[in-house]
């Protein structure tokens, strides 16, 4: 293929030129393999901001001062004073709770006339708009009894300071424990852009003098389903979308900590907001831990994906691997875990888990020992030998998936289950699309837990010289993506689940791109690649369906399945080539419609979706024809989805 220049005349001229791509596909009518349901999902951690100030609905950054050191930098990020107050983060004498042990210190002067107090920015602003409600709430106490009685105003103001919506409440100087305050604020106006802030004013003149200490603010806009505790609703409703049959969580890098005692875990992430503590995320930030196991446990219901879950396997990402002779405590820890989600009454956590108010088990069947444990491969060999036999011995059941390279180094008990990850190239993508094809059939099975085109230049895959990097998924990368994935749906015998990686990250404050979905404050970004895991997941087959085998180093990979419920073949093609290709299928079923739909994700192969012009490429449906023979004619960088009729 000549690759010289992507011009619009270029490919134009090779589209006239380049029948020489034409192709005669036969499709058997009998199906080699089950499709197995857990085969498109996500992968998800808090990176990039994807659970604190993306997925998990909280829209106050550093809401309870977790983790900050009092008098640092940072201990008031996101957060300032209104009008001549003077506030400070403080270690509190008597705090909220031992998980959260610092407070905002806050002191209103004399002489000040108006709303003193305090704002909070939110997550690179907040959203707001009119006719919404937003719920929060806040602890206070005075640190020495006064003789305040008033009200204090809460609301959301624009950039410019105008009030969005307010509500207020009453304060009292002779609370000197904590107390916890709800509201609701009703936003009566729709600024014009994201720039709003969180504001608790007191009235200058009758606050005068006081010195009030508050602590974990929480502000909430309506959330996914009305979780409590829940989700940001577009960036749900845009996963939900989706349709993904399974959930891979908390990690990722982020389930190991940079030490040990940094790790993910579970029994921190549970119970009220504040006895969390939040733990300091692998990706440069803390973690409330507001978004926790049950929170996660209840999204995957919502979603109606179950969950892959990770059990920190004894090594953190400083360079740390746990003696063998030490690991029990963690093994238990993971035990704990495990019947947090699926242990009867019998069980602590099985209790704790009913306590909550879910007594039935949540659906599990995979559980992942680490992640990317090729990190320290010489020590997972005792690791994987230790974790796999006590969880094997606990839950018969259950699937426990290995995170090495395969059978590199041979592990004991030798994996039924493999999590296998690859950030690569477009073309890298398109020409592996036979990856699996020559793996054994040993019984072992594979998760593609992590997979995404990030650079089309291979020498910059996790470096500089990032001359390649993408910022945003690009049509070319989504159909290398979707060439790979044609090659994971023919070899789903083995292949049983795969998701792209990482699925969120904030616009711009992130640690890595390109994304599944972009989002800021208020705004939700579809990329390419986002489109190509709907198109196969809102397109899935139970039975895959043989057909003439694509050139493995060709241009064009196809790949066909059947729908039993509806009668449909499902053909799926990514053409990754500069030219149209022209495809003649010849089908072995004996009725098959005479119309169908093609669904088309394709356009310039280096244009992509971008906050400037976020729905500029977006898969388009229209009818052909179809029947025992006939011909589709696949345009330059495309994926397409050919649906019809057929028994
Ligand atoms: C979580 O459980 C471990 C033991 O598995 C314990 O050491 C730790 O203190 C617990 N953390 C919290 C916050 O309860
Ligand atoms: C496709 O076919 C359906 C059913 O035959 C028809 O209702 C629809 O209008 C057609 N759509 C287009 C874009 O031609």
Redesign the pocket.
Known sequence: MIKTGWSFYTGAILGLVALVNAQTISVSSTASHPIPTTLWGFMFEDISHSGDGGLYGELLQNRAFQLVTPGSGNALNSWSAVNGATISVIRESTPIST?LPNALHVVIPTGRNGGVGFANAGFSGIAVTSGTTYTGSFFYRFPASSGFRGSATVSLQSSSGSTLGDTTVSLSGAQTSWAQVSFSIRANSTPGDLNNRFVITLDGGSAAGQTINFGLLSLFPPTFRNRQNGMRNDIASALAEVGPSFWRFPGGNNLEGGTVDQRW????TVGPLQ?R?GRQGDWGYINTDGLGLFEYLLWCEDLGAEPIMAVWSGFALGGTSVAQNQLG??I??SI?QINFVIGDDSTEPGRLRASLGHPDPFKLTYVEIGNEDFFAANTYTFRWTTYANALKNAFPQLHFIATTNVNSPVLTPKPTEYDVHVYQTPTWFAQNSFFYDGFARDGTHYFEGEYAAISTNPNDIFGPPSDGRLIFPTVESAAGEAAFMTGLERNSDIVFAASYAPLLGHVTNNQWTPNLVAFDAGNVYRSTSFYVQKLFSQNRGDQYIPSTLPSSTGTVFWSVVRKTSTGQLIIKISNTGSSAARLTFNLAFNNVATSGTAQVLTGVPTSSNTPQNPNLITPQTSNISTGKSFTYNAPAVSVNVLTFGAS
């Not at 875990?265 to 921190?268: D, I, K, R, T």
């Open positions: 998980a875990q579970w029994n921190a006895n503590a405590p963690f238990q820890q704990d």
